[in-house]
Nanobody, 121 residues
């Protein structure tokens, strides 16, 4: 069984910062990619940032220069540092991992439960 647990969401004023964390646990053999998505009310879920082994990450245009994704491979954890937050960043943020479970050749996509980020103007 695999679990992704997010933390770090909350309420912040416009211009403020938050740091999200997502820890993957369970019978994991390897993780190919970790990413953050977000979904605002009435909108589709969208990719915010993603990181693979050996990469520095790629970002949605709307967050470039403000958000930074990083990964601790030893801890199977991904972080999202969010600076200069705007009200339009308000959404539920979801962690996603493409990983291979121990004893399996299949690479599956796993999701966390989501964490709310609210930016007030």
């Amino acid at each position: 069984q695999v679990q992704l647990v997010e933390s770090g969401g909350g309420l912040v004023q416009s211009g403020g910062s938050l740091r999200l964390s997502c820890a993957a646990s369970g019978s994991i053999f390897s993780i190919n990619r970790m990413a953050w998505y977000r979904q605002a009310p009435g909108k589709q879920r969208e990719l915010v940032a993603a990181i693979t082994s050996g990469s520095s990450g790629n970002y949605a245009d709307s967050v470039k220069g403000r958000f930074t994704i990083s990964r601790d491979t030893d801890k199977n954890t991904v972080y999202l540092q969010m600076n200069s937050l705007k009200p339009e960043d308000t959404a539920v943020y979801y962690c996603n991992a493409h990983l291979r479970r121990s004893g399996s050749d299949y690479v599956g996509s796993y999701w966390g439960q989501g964490t709310q980020v609210t930016v007030s103007s």
